[in-house]
């Protein structure tokens, strides 16, 4: 199954340790939405006309997903799955997308700033689009 990561799991130290038997299938570009730090402090989507959220694409195993599913709390309800059109070089695929279901904006949680900002490292963003939809929510580490 197809994963769309657009926070911390882009960081790809984590998603080795969460999902051990993923593979990375390039990026992905969600358009429509908008990236946000909910008031629970972590990374999440929200829709959003005119904006668009960059990410990794991922192919998942069952036990990756049960995995994710555990880490990113849907049994408890911190966040949903849902599937969404996903733009990859030019072409659409649906894939698995996790959404807090909390859509007011808040602070990272502090060891969250480490992780996302390995994640953006990682990822290669254009500073563009770390510039305005990242850092509004996410400093800079110190070395960057």
Same mark, same amino acid.
């Given at each position: ?22 593979? %990375? ?10 990236? @946000?730090? $909910? ?5 999440? @989507?929200?829709?959003?006309?005119? =904006? ?9 195993? %069952? ?5 994710? =599913?555990?880490?990113? *709390?849907?049994?408890? *309800? ?5 599937? @969404? $059109? ?13 959404? =807090?279901?909390?859509? %007011? %904006? ?23 689009? $770390? ?14």
């Amino acid at each position: 199954m197809l994963y769309f990561a657009y926070g911390s799991n882009l960081w790809k130290q984590q998603m080795r340790a969460r999902c051990p038997e993923h593979v %990375e299938i390039g990026a992905g570009r969600l358009n429509g939405w908008r990236w @946000i730090i $909910t008031r629970r402090g972590y990374a999440s @989507i929200v829709a959003s006309k005119g =904006d668009y959220v960059l990410g990794a694409v991922y192919e998942l195993s %069952e036990p990756d997903i049960l995995n994710l =599913d555990r880490f990113e *709390g849907v049994e408890r *309800g911190i966040y949903s799955k849902e599937f @969404i $059109t996903v733009e990859m070089a030019g072409r659409d695929v649906s894939c698995l997308v996790y959404i =807090d279901p909390v859509f %007011e %904006e808040g602070e990272p949680k502090e060891e969250y700033i480490a992780r996302i900002n390995n994640g953006i490292q990682d990822a290669g963003f254009p500073d563009e689009y $770390t510039v305005r939809y990242l850092r509004p929510f996410i400093l800079a580490s110190p070395e960057e």
